[in-house]
């Protein structure tokens, strides 16, 4: 604890440069997520710190430095405020703000994907219980008069500023709700979710890198010291960040922003344990080692499908591990304040490290998936879809707001409607671009429309009657065979070829010629039944489809109605131009297998007979005959 007015300055300096963290946090990790979860985060971040406040205050101080039971906690009190002098309450600060370290790694883990309320109750857990005990553990002792010692440090363990009592504290909780969570909706192994704003990362890092130099260098009992382990934590961090760049553009051709963001925050991480007694050579090597444990933390992470969104488990878990067991390798030997060997003092930091694993990691593990197992955690996939901005804190941002309009237009597949974009937002031009290049894609279309109408038009109708082609009777008459074979019904074809049409066409003109088939194809419309089909073959002559008959006999009726009508003389120019009808008729049903040209030809054949017979007349088909 600070003892003079001077030690109390510095140790309040430090704690609100630790403090600077918590928005460097925000930054980083606000800057890492996609746009529509960036305030969700912010949120979190904001959050958290409150939740500290008031819990680390009230019920995690004194189970950290109460009187210890058995080494294990301090007794819970929340009266020590009343009666604390100016260095207890200055101490307190600072490990509240070391709290709210801890307690914030979380919620870029998770980020994405959890729920406000889950991640409260995470706050809640980690700033009352997680954080306050295993801080008993590491720091509980005599400095603030209980004369409490936790039981790892009565064995000599060293972490000086938290490496495993903070960040891997973090670290562990957030690796316990990875594994509850799952990975988020779209996630795909190996491949990382672009972040929204990169720059505001690198914001974040240097923000946390100026706050590191408080959380370092704010428990130092001795200011003569501070300024080594400000260089010692300037060099360690340097050193992650220059190797992850080398590794980056190694291994991906390119520079990656969160790579080497990560690799200086690892080395940061790692320098925290024994940055008060490293020789600044011996910081940037540890620091070095906090790049390769990150590596080697997401690459494993990666391989079990562990999806941590901005990198934390990595950053802080794995290069909090590393900077803890380095302390016995690179501090002078004996400077951790025993006689203990190296081999010795490894032992007792790895024994340290084992126990604040299994301490957080297997009760997160079960808290935790029993509130998931109750919807307590995960939002649904549909709300994280959407992004925890919208589905969570109802902000409905202008970018929101549009892709919204869009996938309506999508579902209701109507791309008439113009986007409606606020005229002052960053999209205004993009909505005005796009509404312009679906006016212009709207005309286009119509005209192709026409084009395709007419084109459909040519291909299936005789351009001079606007009767159907024999391409298009054809078709009907194949579905007409097909469907007699469900129905039980018959049906039948009308094949009709005009008496003495040519010597009209030759002898009065091929005017003369076309206002007799135009008329013809006008009556013929009027003789038969809605449901029956007329077409122009070409030439002279025409197909009548029938379909529905109960009785053969009604074929024969439309045939006798259609010589009748055609028989009458067509009044060209005021004269009277006479023509006829020879109609051939040719049944099908179901107990007679037909096909389209089997049925043309008996159609055409009996036409022929019927010309034969004197024309102006009709024919059934042979097998049919009885029913004439």
Known sequence: MPETNLDILWMLLCSFMVLLMQPGFMCLEAGFVRQKNAASVALKNTADLCIVCLVYTFLGFSVMFGT????????????????A???????????????????????GAVAERIRFVGYCAIAVGTAGVIYPVVGHWIWAGPEIGSGSVGWLRQLGFFDHAGATAVHSVGGWVALAALIVMGQRAGYVRGADLSGSNLPLSMLGLLLLWIGWFGFN???????????????????????????MSVYSWRTRKAFRVKLIINGMLAGLVASTAGCILFAPADAAIVGLGGGVAYVIGDGLLRRFGIDDTVGAVPVHLVAGIWGTLSVPFFAPLGSWGTEMSRIDFFGIQLLGVAAVGLFVLFPSLLVLGFMHRRGLLRLSVAEEVTGLDVSELGEHDTMFQFTDQLSEQIASKDFSQPIDVEPQSDLARIGYLYNMAMRALGREKAKQDLVVKHLKRMVNYDPLTGLANRNLQQ??????????????????????DLDGFKAINDGMGHATGDHVLVEVA???????????????????EF?????????????????????????????????????????????????????????????????????????SDYHVYAADADVA
């Open 522 to 540: 006008r009556r013929l419309n009027e003789c038969l039944r809605e449901t029956d089909r007329v077409a122009r073959l070409g030439g002279d």
């Open 68 to 83: 210890s039971v058995s080494g294990l906690f301090g007794q819970p009190s929340s009266s020590f405020l009343d009666t």
């Open 217 to 243: 260098a704010g428990g130092v009992g001795d200011l003569s010291r501070a300024p080594l382990i400000i260089i010692n934590t300037a060099l360690a961090g340097a050193s992650g960040g220059v190797l």
């Open 85 to 107: 002098s100016p260095s207890l309450l200055t101490f307190f600060f600072l490990q509240l703000v070391f709290c709210g370290t801890a307690v914030t790694i979380v919620s």
């Open 543 to 615: 197909c009548v489809l029938v379909e529905g008959l109960h009785r053969r006999e009604e074929a024969v009726a439309i045939a006798r109605v259609i010589v009748s009508a055609l028989g009458e003389p067509i009044i060209v120019d005021g004269k009277p131009v006479c023509t006829g009808a020879s109609v051939g008729i040719a049944h099908f049903a179901a107990d007679h297998e037909e096909t389209l040209s089997t049925i043309l030809h008996k159609a055409d054949e009996a036409m022929y007979i019927a010309k034969g017979q004197g024309k």
């Open 475 to 496: 078709i009907s008459i194949e579905y007409a065979l097909r469907a007699v074979r469900r129905n039980g019904l018959s049906g039948a074809v009308l094949y009709i």
